[in-house]
């Protein structure tokens, strides 16, 4: 009976301890905060925008002597795009697709990673050996090239239907590794006591999995997760490099970039603003993600 | 340990078919057709192109033939660049695409080894910092930002090299989509040796050869390098996989002939022979690469038996 507030307070303290520890990594504070700015930035920015300048990410002024790339300027701080559209506005809603693509093909690849891997990890044996041989065999596709195939033949022409496609292919190719990781977390815990003793008083196994297993394996997976962010982000911009992604008028980091490619020696700063945010934005996530893994894993902590 | 080769290479057809069925699967089930384009054609001449193309028959005898085809190594003719068979495109884009992809793979490896080590070696130095950061703005700065933005630098302001076009291999037209091409893996790289050399300096084995007293340059180089680069090498297997999609941006950037210029192109057309070619021609190159990175990694690691 009194083995409730005791576990309920070393899992504080270990939660704690690894708060402590991430606030003492610089980089991974700075991070933190670029993160957390840029999401603010882009949540609120193009309302912001809406009320100084008139301008939205499709506005397209009337005057036709303002439909074209003007350099930037007070009105414009990253100037606009061929079409006169204000560039900030923009990159503020290309933020926000991103963003919102990266968390939500995330949170896919972790409920399917979480439930195969769990799955695997617990039930062992023969099952575990074809789930994970199933993965091996997963992870020599090319499935770039898959979903390259799958948005380029079922893409619509409807700006939400594709995003939705996107968020499932991305979702659907990044639960690999994260079943890996957790399979591994789940065999070196499924031996311990608490485990055992959940057997013992006849815990069912679906519950032993959810409730006893799922939040000690949470610490790899946050890491992994925010690690898996920036990861897909970065697969959503080349998708949308190459045409595939997010439709115009919608945007995000990787069709504004390649849209100021095709400029580039004319209007460099098309490229040059959605180009360095995408940049900023990863590098912060890559940064607080490495400080997420030395804070919540103290064996691979840096000296 | 032969026995292993055989049984893996065995294996590789059944995936190879699988990845062919999936993707043959998918151009199927999308709506429309290659020849739904632009043009509006007559009933007569959809008639005589569906019949031209096999497109007539019941699904499983195409399917049957495109297997049997695949089985004997014939891809058959596109269907956008007519008269040309796949073979022959495949064999003329592959040139391009392996010269970027082995020069970008041999430039991250060698740079990113070199930084990784000197990194471990002098940790928290202001070595070991810089190149860390340089290694993550690696990881962080997407390609098709990188490579434009050397394109500008290099070709519109420098005039150093040419901003996009292929003269082979000995070029200046090389540089600057192997660089595009190599910087995310020289970063992966930098930091999968950094911290698996980290690992092994720790040691015993390097204790002992510090208590022998071997000097510090024969214990990284002789001792640790051997453990130290075994994340490295399994990294190479998946490397790969990403060398595929690097080489299609960097293509597309610098307007290369290469395979994954046509793959684009080939979606964008549902030109069907020529995709399943290309995803089937890869996923044949990655499965025998990862056979030999396993290979390898018998051989350094003597802890693993096949």
Redesign the interface.
Known sequence: MSAIPIEVLAGTSLWRNAWHRLLRNRLAVLGMILVGAMVVACAAGPGIIYRATGYTYDFIPKDSGLVKSFPPSLTHPMGTDIAGRDLLARVLLGGRISLMVGIIATFVSLIIGITYGATAGYLGGKIDEAMMRAVDVLYSIPYMMIVIVLLSLFGSRSPLNQLFLLFLALGAVSWLTMSRIVRGQVISLKNQEFVLAARATGVSRRKIIFRHLMPNVLGPVIVYATLTIPNVMLQEAFLSFLGLGVQAPLASWGSLAAEGIRNIAVFPWQLIFPGVTMAVTLFSLNFLGDGLRDALDPQTRKM | MLKFVIRRLLSTFP?VL??VT??WG??RL??GNFYTGERVIAPAIEKNLRAKYGFDKPWYVQYAKLMSNIVRGDFGTSLKYEGQSVNEILRRTLPVSMTIGLLAYILALSIGIAAGTLAAVR??SRVDYASMTLA??G????N??LG??L??LFS?VMYWFPPARWDGFPSRSVVLPVITLSAIYTAYVARLTR?GMLEVLRADYIRTARAKGLDEKTIVRRHAMRGGLLPVISFS??AL?FL??GT??VE??FALPGMGNY??NA??N?DEPL?IG??AF??IA??LF?LLVDIAYAFVDPRIRY
Do not use: K, Y
Request: charged share 5%.
């Open positions: 995936m699988l990845v999936l993707t998918l151009i999308a709506p940790q928290n993550m703005l990881i962080s700065l997407p098709f930002v434009p933005l394109v500008l519109l911290s297997g998946p996989a595929v999609t299609v941006v597309r950037i793959f684009i979606n964008l549902r995709i290309i995803v890869t996923s990655i499965l990862n």
